[in-house]
């Protein structure tokens, strides 16, 4: 069974930074892309980062400039360093693995982020 442990997650001060860290357990093939994704308390999850298995990067406009998402050669690590942080940046963030193949996503848990002003 594969498993996502995000950490790195906190209380910030607005300007401040955070890195997100998430592991994975054990190697992956098939991985289409690892990425970032929040969901804010009556809101919608969504997309914050994505970096494809050929290296293209993809971020929400909101967070465009200020996050940088990056991963291990061996796929068993992805980041998410965020820097100018913003009240309404405040979210639970969750680790994803996208797959070719089924099952076609793994969730970590998430880990709170808490940007106060």
């Known amino acids: 069974q594969v498993q996502l442990v995000e950490s790195g997650g906190g209380l910030v001060q607005a300007g401040g930074s955070l890195r997100l860290s998430c592991a994975v357990s054990?190697?992956?093939?098939?991985?289409?892309?690892m990425g970032w994704y929040r969901q804010a308390p009556g809101k919608l999850r969504e997309s914050v980062a994505i970096i494809t298995s050929g290296e293209t990067t993809n971020y929400a406009d909101s967070v465009k400039g200020r996050f940088t998402i990056s991963r291990t050669n061996a796929n068993n690590t992805v980041y998410l360093q965020m820097n100018n942080l913003k009240p309404e940046d405040t979210a639970v963030y969750y680790c994803n693995i996208n797959l070719y193949t089924r099952p076609y996503n793994y969730w970590g848990r998430g880990t709170q982020v808490t940007v106060s002003s």
């Open positions: 054990r190697n992956i093939f098939s991985i289409r892309a």
